[in-house]
């Protein structure tokens, strides 16, 4: 491994490796500047820190537990420790995101906040940081994802937020990411509030950075039970934000092995998947220079997966780069093994996961059967939104 990923996968701002950059309209390009050099000037202060972390204390409800799951460790055959984000406020890892990334916008002196959503679990936890600070919020889904997680399209509107349910394309993450940049660029006021490691610089470093809790506490927590370090680590991928969370603090860790599953659909051999670091291409795609998946032509093309939140076509450039030098280990996990996934964890544990993680469960049921290796699997979040679909 390089000393430059020891220290840091960001080699220059808004490079990891040749992934990365801001490839946006004009009338954007300042204004990404603007809030990279504010977010590098504030988010790392004493006084901005302390706020974050009060909130994520008091509110959501941190350190999110790591759980010994004695069950599901004697069915594998190793030890699984679960990192429960799906304890969190709202009921996902996205939650830690939002509040960072108001307090950012209440900084800024946000007046309306955007953004997008594919299962629901990063819109809720945008329109309720909205609502606990009292700002305007709107959030595109796609028309498919409206559908398959009502429970989160209704949440949001009890919240006060607008969804603007978007029908182009396939009606998904991607579609839904579009149409908060086409809104974006019309009203560059707004602020952009984006929900994974994706997009231009400075969102995929900002968003590793809000997210990196779940990795910090992670290591802190498997210290204090183990008195070592894990084998492994497991999440699950769809555009990289909870994996990038948990991973980060252990990247330097050169003996943690880490591994993500990605939504491989209907199996990598066919088109209908969303394995984007298995299959896809290098190309510049939603403002960032990254992998995508790409049709015949070379275009991007349309992703398939059973979780909304892994369907998407592209991928954040850290874990591009990740996958490059061979950090990460990235493992297609299909539908039905992520179903299987979902109710084993069910029936062993009481924990009823999101379809999203059930793949990361699926994936270390896999790679660790009878290893005796010690694990932990990030619960990126809860199944209620699933449970009438699955
Ligand atoms: C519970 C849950 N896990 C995982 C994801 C995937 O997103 P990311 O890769 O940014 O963590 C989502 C996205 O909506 C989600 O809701």
């Known amino acids: 491994m390089t000393t430059q990923t020891q220290q840091n996968t960001e080699n220059k701002q808004g490079y990891f490796g040749e992934f990365g950059g801001a490839f946006v309209p004009p009338v954007l390009e300042g204004k990404l500047k603007d809030l ?11 006084d901005f820190e302390k706020e974050f972390i009060h909130l994520l204390k008091t509110y959501v409800g ?18 699984i420790y679960l990192k429960r984000e799906d304890l969190n406020h709202t009921g996902a890892h996205k939650i830690n995101n939002t509040i960072g990334q108001i307090l950012l916008a209440k900084r800024l002196g946000a007046k309306q906040i955007l953004a997008e ?13 909205a609502a606990l600070f009292g700002i305007k919020c709107k959030v595109f889904m796609g028309a498919e994802d409206v559908i398959r997680q009502k429970l989160n399209v209704n949440r949001m509107e009890l919240l006060g937020a607008e969804v603007v349910s978007v029908d182009a394309g396939q009606g998904t993450l991607k579609d839904a990411v579009d149409a908060a940049l086409g809104h974006y660029i019309e009203h560059p006021d707004a602020y952009y509030l984006l929900g994974s490691a994706v997009g231009p610089h400075p969102y995929p470093t900002m968003v590793a950075h809000f997210q990196s809790i779940i990795g910090k506490e992670a290591r802190k927590q498997f210290l204090e039970a183990e008195g070592k370090l894990p084998d492994s680590i497991v999440a699950c ?31 990598l051999d066919t088109k209908r998947t969303a394995a984007t670091l ?8 939603q403002g960032a220079d990254s992998l995508c998946l790409a049709d015949d032509e070379g275009n991007p093309a349309g992703s398939f997966s059973i979780a909304a939140g892994l369907d998407y076509p592209g991928i954040g450039p850290e874990h591009a780069f990740l996958n490059e030098i061979k950090r990460v280990e990235y493992h297609g996990i299909t539908d039905k093994e992520a179903i299987d996934a979902f109710k084993l964890i069910s029936e062993k544990e009481g924990i009823i996961p999101a379809i999203e993680s059930s793949h990361a469960v699926a994936l270390a049921a896999k790679l660790f059967k009878n290893k005796n290796e010690t694990v932990i699997i990030n619960l990126s979040g809860r199944g209620d939104k699933d449970v009438e679909r699955l």
């Open 36 to 46: 990279a050099d504010f977010f590098y000037k504030t988010a790392f202060t004493e």
């Open 62 to 79: 941190r350190p999110s537990p790591l759980y010994y799951a004695k069950r599901l460790s004697e069915h594998i055959g190793s030890k």
């Open 117 to 129: 959503t594919g299962a629901g679990q990063h819109g809720v936890a945008t329109a309720t940081a």
């Open 237 to 267: 991928i769809g555009g990289g934000s909870n994996a990038i969370g948990l991973f980060k603090e252990f990247i330097p860790d050169e003996n943690v092995k880490i591994y993500a599953a990605e939504g491989a659909g209907e199996g």
């Open 278 to 285: 298995n299959l896809g291409k290098r190309m510049i795609f």
